[in-house]
């Protein structure tokens, strides 16, 4: 995987973490797709319309899905339901090395920081599993904004923490809510390929 970094100097730097940093997203479609099986689904969950929503906030996927299919689901119960599927498959999950790489040659001379759309409970227990939280200073996720991707407010909350101006952050995102997130933001963004 070749990422294209932009030229010019960055004071902080915004990872995502699902499809980023760490390969989760297969695992996450597979959570997905039993949580709403169980929830009335007759057939597998569409994989393409999974990608498109990568990086929207876990509860709001619940109600897309819901309005998508047509189903009479408790947003709630399938979030719940989806997240303790997620969490048994959780240690199968792999780093994405150059994403990684990057982050662990900046680390020492710049401000890191998180931006996802999972709960924080779940993001934490990633970072913990693969060994990644000592790389990021700031861990912004769907807990703490009102508004997620695409909204930018998760990631103006992350420069913020870091205490860099929003313009002076480079994002690595894999998903277009994000991306959209970040370039409402006014910051520059790195796509990281997440179907490989």
């Not at 915004?14 to 597979?30: A, K, S, V």
């Not at 952050?169 to 277009?176: G, I, P, Q």
Request: proline content about 8%; some cysteine.
């Amino acid at each position: 995987m070749q990422l294209d970094i932009p030229a010019g100097e960055f004071a902080g730097y915004i990872f995502d973490l699902d499809g980023t940093l760490i390969n989760t997203m297969p695992l996450h479609y597979r959570a997905w797709d039993r949580a709403m099986r169980e929830a009335g689904l007759p057939h597998a969950l569409d994989i393409d319309h999974f990608y498109a929503l990568g990086g929207v906030p876990t509860r709001r996927v619940a109600e897309l899905f819901g309005e998508h299919y047509q189903l009479d689901l408790d947003p709630d119960e399938v979030f719940e339901a989806k997240e303790a599927y997620f969490t048994e498959l959780q240690s199968e999950a792999t780093l994405i090395e150059p994403v990684v790489a990057f982050a662990r040659k900046m680390a020492p001379t710049h401000p890191l920081a998180i931006a996802s759309g999972g709960p924080r409970v779940i993001v934490e227990k990633s970072l913990l599993i693969t060994g990644l939280a000592p790389l990021f200073q700031v861990v912004v996720t769907a807990d703490d904004v009102i508004h997620g991707k695409p909204s930018p407010d998760m990631f103006l909350m992350a420069a913020q923490k870091m205490g860099v101006p929003p313009g002076q952050c480079l994002v690595f995102e894999d998903a277009e809510p994000g991306i959209k997130g970040a370039l409402a933001a006014g910051m520059k963004v790195v796509r990281v390929p997440s179907r490989t």
